[in-house]
């Protein structure tokens, strides 16, 4: 059993490896807590894996049967009910033999005899309710609500193409997304929301903080799973989130400025001291010179470097530790400057059997090490300029290539943009040498 290396982490006193596994936002409240925190007692990361088996064993058991005790939707038990029916030889035909009526009737007399003489409907368990009503060919289809909309949405999205970390990850965020939705206008029937409804969730999302980005990103999901349901469920209606958006102030390009030439010395110079860690060190240095995502870089494992491959390079693809954004931010990423010098020294520092950069590779690794690399920007290089980030790196490394001459396609498919053509699309793309003397063209950054 592969077990995902997120789930298993130190604790930050003892050093003793612990399992570590967030609930699912919809299972929370019938397993009482938000994770799953077992200690593996060892600090030995060979065995941990070995004893963390039985642990994610019976974890999933446990998710796997809570998920059959959660409420039925009307949605969910009318496909159940049928599918029963279908199970015990029942036709679907609306007009039936004598001898189908006959079993029906006694299915029917079996079902309300636990009830007494002639119950009434809402004494009746909906399941048994369900049943006979569709033994007597009189259930109606519900329309869907939201959460079956979401259901339908996330099954049709497992399709094996992520793996666990990334499927999971995919799976929690549309829960959250939606259980905001459900929280502000409630779990309404997709013919029952209205366009004052949405605009009173965009206003929500919008005054939580979140950036613009965000908000309609929301608002994005909450339109796909929508529209799921509408399709499926052969409904005729316009989708109520169809052109809505929270309109952003700001100009695109007033929000995140490159650095300059002096700034780029001052970063280099900072992540040489000895008093920085090696990993705040190497993933700053291994950005500048790749020009990748942070969350790309801090989530690597040992197998995606290749330092001893002709052209040395990293292999930017989904892991144990965190998935990817895009189909194509899979890519092969040559090595030069800063970049290959840092990855040097990850591989021999790091003593973690997998994992090349431990501190982040765990549950909101991604936040942690954007945090702290901006601390280092922030109070250790001095470069306090509000539209100046960590990722800021990103795009002064684009600008680098610009100004290197390199064509827009190469640099799309250096840092992994999706921005293609139809003819993009054929053939294995650039190679690794190609790529590597593009990217030998980008001036080199010098220490101040």
């Known amino acids: 059993m592969l077990i995902p290396v997120k789930y298993i982490s130190p604790h930050p006193k003892s050093g003793i490896l612990r399992y570590r596994r967030r609930v699912p936002l919809e299972l929370q409240e019938l397993v009482g807590k938000k994770e799953i ?66 079993a029906r009737n006694a299915l029917i007399g079996q079902l309300l005899e636990r009830y007494g003489y002639n119950p009434e409907p809402d004494d009746v368990q909906r399941e048994d309710f369900f049943m006979v009503k569709a033994l007597q060919n009189d259930l109606p289809k519900p329309i869907l609500t939201l959460k079956d909309s979401l259901d339908i949405y996330l099954k049709d999205h497992d399709d094996g193409s992520r793996n ?71 409904l005729n209606r316009a989708n109520p989130f169809d052109g809505l958006q929270l309109h952003d102030r700001v100009a695109k390009r007033d929000k995140r400025k490159s650095f300059t030439d002096e700034e780029l010395k001052r970063i280099v110079y900072q992540t040489k001291k000895s008093d920085i860690p090696y990993d705040t060190r190497c993933i700053t240095l291994a950005l500048l010179d790749t020009g990748a995502r942070l969350w790309e870089i801090a989530g690597l494992v040992r197998e995606d470097v290749h330092l001893d491959a002709e052209i040395p390079y990293i292999h930017i ?74 990722h800021s790196i ?48 980008v001036v080199a950054i010098k220490e101040s």
């Open 37 to 102: 925190l077992k200690t593996l007692g060892t600090t030995d990361p060979i065995l941990a894996m070995k004893r963390a088996e039985k642990v994610n064993r019976e974890t999933d058991n446990l998710f796997a049967t809570l998920v059959g005790e959660q409420e039925k939707t009307d949605f969910d038990l009318y496909n159940r009910t049928l599918q029963k029916l279908t199970y015990q030889g029942f036709s679907s035909k609306l007009f039936l033999s004598e001898g189908e009526q006959e």
């Open 164 to 234: 666990e970390v990334e499927q999971n990850r995919f799976v929690q965020e549309r829960y959250r997304i939606m259980n905001m939705l459900i929280d502000t206008i409630g779990n309404k029937s997709l013919m029952d929301i209205t366009r004052p409804d949405v605009r009173t969730f965009r206003d929500v999302l919008a005054k939580t903080g979140v950036s613009v980005t965000t908000v309609n990103k929301y608002l994005r999901v909450c339109r796909a799973v929508v529209e799921k349901g509408i399709v499926e469920g052969e």
């Open 317 to 390: 693809r989904p892991n144990a530790v965190r998935g990817i954004k895009t189909q194509s931010s899979h890519r092969r990423i040559p090595l030069i400057g800063h970049a290959l010098e840092a990855f040097k020294e990850a591989v021999q520092v790091n003593s973690h059997p997998t994992i090349l950069f431990p501190k982040y590779g765990v549950e909101r690794g991604n936040t942690y090490a954007s945090t702290n690399l901006m601390n280092f920007l922030r109070k250790r290089v001095g470069i306090t300029e509000k539209a100046k980030t960590i």
């Open 394 to 441: 990103r795009h002064t490394f684009k600008d680098r290539m610009r100004n290197a001459g390199i064509p827009k396609d190469v640099q799309d498919r250096i840092q992994g943009h999706s921005g293609v053509n139809t003819g993009d699309i054929y053939g294995e793309g650039y190679n690794l040498k190609f790529l590597n003397k593009e990217m030998q063209k």
